[in-house]
């Protein structure tokens, strides 16, 4: 355990409960050229993406800021709310996508996509629902490479 983490009251040899720290990143300011020599030519940034110059505190304040607001609506069981909003920043519903699951890719119109599953239908089948934590990754069809 990280002495950040640890109680100097208990002493070293003391019991402890599990801690986790977790994380993640946002690319803000690399280049296409950055991500090419990584060898991660899918990878992308927001400056990429941006009409201007972007601030890196001003992007992780924001972020931190929004993400506050969506963990104040799970708190209060707002899953509505939270499910609309991922439904829209996707925009895929209706589209054909490709899920990229652990076990196997699986292609079909998205018919549904909330935390209870996402509904995929294909012509003269029945639909596939699939649970969402075992989506690694959902993209539209015609973007596949």
Known sequence: VSPLLSDPQQGADAPRSPCFIVGFGLNVQQSAATFATAGLPEATSLARFAVGPLDTHAVAAALIRQ????????CQGDLGTLEASWRQHLALLGKHVIAECHDAMYHGRLMELSFRGVELARSGEPSRILVPERIRHLWEAAKEK
């Open 67 to 74: 993400m506050d607001r969506d963990y104040d609506l799970l």
